[in-house]
């Protein structure tokens, strides 16, 4: 499984990201270009510890759910998501939105090897190897859904 904690699987997401313009439409969902990087500042936040995000009664909390979710099955297209990782990103928000998510990409991999990570609000609690899949999946997901 990619993780951002690899730095091939990273930088090749950084390499994508690169291709990505304000003006790239999406092929499903809601989000802007803009809107999309700005979600995924949340989430990355969200996996440091920065924000916090309420947790929610889910499937997900068992540990075989948890695993099959993460490293196995695809993630479903126009998923919902928690209320505090919509952002509200604009075009012109979007160079430093994208130079936001490059630096939060290059902090988490310091992480790695910490044993206290915060709990996920759909799966719980998740070890660092779990975050840095997760992470990995979730911005490669959304960069899918923006065509680079």
Known sequence: ???LFV???RNALIARLGRLTADTPARWGKFTAAKMVAHLNQSSRMATGA???APRRSFLTNAFM???VIYV???PKSAPTAPELI???DKAEFAAECAE???LMQKLPARRNEKEWPPHPAFGPMTGKDWGALG?????HHLRQFGV
């Open 1 to 3: 499984m990619k993780s």
């Open 7 to 9: 730095d091939a699987d």
């Open 51 to 53: 924000i916090a995000v």
């Open 66 to 68: 948890r695993w099959l």
């Open 73 to 75: 099955v695809p993630f």
């Open 87 to 89: 952002s509200t990103g």
């Open 101 to 103: 998510l490059h630096a």
């Open 136 to 140: 990995h999946k979730h911005i490669d």
